[in-house]
């Protein structure tokens, strides 16, 4: 997918707030990534409804659509550029930290509804990936020093980014992680 089609976080959080349904576009990310990550079985217009959110008329289809089709192409990404939606990195470290944590219990979320709620089956490094997102997705972060915490930030990020392809990696070897654009 190109990045001039790619849905930012910006955008995608628009849209969820003139909807008004109650999540953030970290949070929703992370919920269709773990889905997708854990072999959920959704196609690019029936994935919101997979996710147990009310998907009524007012939803905007087509964005709803390519957020799917942009997340189930970064795990077909031979150059794995797989990325968690984050604000961008001119926003301040406390969003896009705060993001980070929605983006992981989304994370969870999204893998636990698509059937992979454990870490039974999964490699050592595998396992503590998932003990780990969930130690982030508890976190609340504090800052002391606007450098050093930047670059925490960023290691967090790629370590999630990392992980996310991990986990798919394995569970896709175990049969429960493969992802169809529909």
């Given at each position: 997918?190109?990045?001039?089609?790619?849905?930012?976080?910006?955008?995608?959080?628009?849209?969820?707030?003139?909807?008004?349904?109650?999540?953030?576009?970290?949070?929703l990310?992370g919920?269709?990534?773990?889905?997708?990550?854990?072999?959920?079985?959704?196609?690019?217009?029936?994935?919101?409804?997979?996710?147990?959110?009310e998907?009524?008329?007012?939803?905007?289809?087509?964005?709803?659509?390519?957020?799917?089709?942009?997340?189930?192409?970064w795990?077909?990404?031979?150059?794995?550029?797989?990325?968690?939606?984050?604000?961008?990195a001119n926003?301040?470290?406390?969003?896009?930290?705060?993001?980070?944590?929605?983006?992981?219990?989304?994370?969870?979320?999204?893998?636990?509804l698509a059937?992979?709620?454990?870490?039974?089956?999964?490699?050592?490094?595998?396992?503590?990936?998932?003990?780990?997102?969930?130690?982030?997705?508890?976190a609340?972060?504090?800052y002391?020093?606007?450098?050093?915490?930047?670059n925490?930030?960023?290691e967090?990020?790629?370590?999630?980014?990392?992980?996310?392809?991990?986990?798919?990696?394995?569970?896709?070897?175990?049969?429960?992680?493969?992802?169809?654009?529909?």
């Amino acid at each position: 997918m190109s990045a001039s089609s790619a849905i930012t976080h910006a955008h995608l959080g628009e849209v969820l707030a003139n909807l008004r349904v109650g999540v953030g576009a970290s949070d929703l990310h992370g919920s269709l990534t773990g889905y997708l990550c854990g072999g959920g079985p959704a196609g690019a217009h029936g994935w919101l409804a997979a996710l147990q959110l009310e998907a009524d008329a007012d939803v905007p289809q087509v964005d709803m659509a390519r957020l799917y089709e942009q997340c189930a192409a970064w795990f077909d990404d031979p150059e794995l550029r797989f990325e968690p939606l984050l604000p961008a990195a001119n926003s301040t470290l406390d969003a896009r930290a705060d993001a980070l944590v929605e983006w992981c219990r989304g994370f969870l979320g999204g893998l636990g509804l698509a059937g992979t709620a454990s870490a039974a089956g999964l490699s050592a490094d595998a396992a503590e990936v998932l003990h780990d997102f969930a130690g982030i997705a508890a976190a609340h972060f504090e800052y002391a020093d606007a450098e050093e915490d930047e670059n925490a930030l960023t290691e967090v990020i790629e370590f999630i980014r990392v992980g996310v392809l991990l986990l798919h990696a394995e569970l896709t070897a175990a049969g429960l992680g493969s992802v169809t654009v529909h």
